[in-house]
């Protein structure tokens, strides 16, 4: 069975940081991409950042580029997200979800490979305020 | 910038009706577009996949097509467990991967 489990959140400061963590298990870590997403208080879902299997590549959203940075440990199973210079508008509850690709044949010899997140943890809520 | 564009945003239904959802992409995306259901204090739940390929242990019910830029989820008929807000998810571009701004579907 999948589980995909999120820790680290909490209250802290405008300007300072925190390091959210993600804990998986029932899959080899190692053969996905991983991403966090996250959703700020009655707003809609925003994607934030994903890593390729071997961290040989890391995406960011514009609004955290230079403040948040998305690392992972294939030894521990585990993902993570350091965040620094936070935000009010950071705040949000953050999920760690599983990148899976559905690959789909075009033609003879020609495939399209499609990301979507298949499996998502329970997320942990992070509170940026005075 | 990649955009997209969900609507409605909000939409009121009865149990049995058939809704559908649409999504717009501001540039062609092929089928690189997914779509997910969110009720509230619980993990997004995928039920589309790559435009119109149904997620393992999603009903039938539910069903997804489009392609290049205009998408569209199904719900064939309404039943009181689907009552939730809905987002599409393109995946097209490698840096940047970008949710709609979600629908949510109420009670009539």
């Known amino acids: 069975e999948v589980q995909v489990v999120e820790s680290g959140g909490g209250l802290v400061q405008p300007g300072g940081s925190l390091r959210l963590s993600c804990t998986v298990s029932?899959?080899?870590?190692?053969?996905?991409?991983m991403a966090w997403v996250r959703q700020a208080p009655g707003k809609g879902l925003e994607w934030v950042a994903y890593i390729g299997q071997d961290e040989n590549e890391k995406y960011h959203v514009d609004s955290v580029k230079g403040r948040f940075t998305i690392s992972r440990d294939n030894a521990k199973s585990s993902l993570y997200l350091q965040m620094n210079s936070l935000r009010a508008e950071d705040t949000a509850i953050y999920y760690c979800a599983r990148v899976q690709i559905a690959e789909i044949e075009l033609l003879v010899y020609a495939i399209r490979r499609i990301p979507y997140f298949d499996y998502w943890g329970q997320g942990t809520l992070v509170t940026v305020s005075s | 910038d990649l955009q997209m564009t969900q609507s409605p945003s909000s939409l009121s239904a009865s149990v049995g009706d058939r809704i559908t959802i649409t999504c717009r992409a501001s540039q062609i995306i092929s089928g690189y577009l997914n779509w997910y259901q969110k009720k509230p204090g619980k993990a997004p739940r995928l039920l589309i996949y790559a435009a119109s390929s149904l997620a393992s242990g999603v009903p039938p019910r539910f069903s997804g097509s489009g392609s290049r830029t205009n998408f569209t989820l199904t719900i064939s008929s309404l039943q009181p467990e689907d009552f939730a807000t809905y987002y599409c998810?393109?995946?097209?571009?490698?840096?940047?991967?970008?949710f709609g701004q979600g629908t949510k579907v109420e009670v009539e």
């Open positions: 029932g899959f080899t870590f190692s053969n996905h991409l």
């Open positions: 998810l393109q995946t097209y571009h490698t840096y940047m991967w970008t």
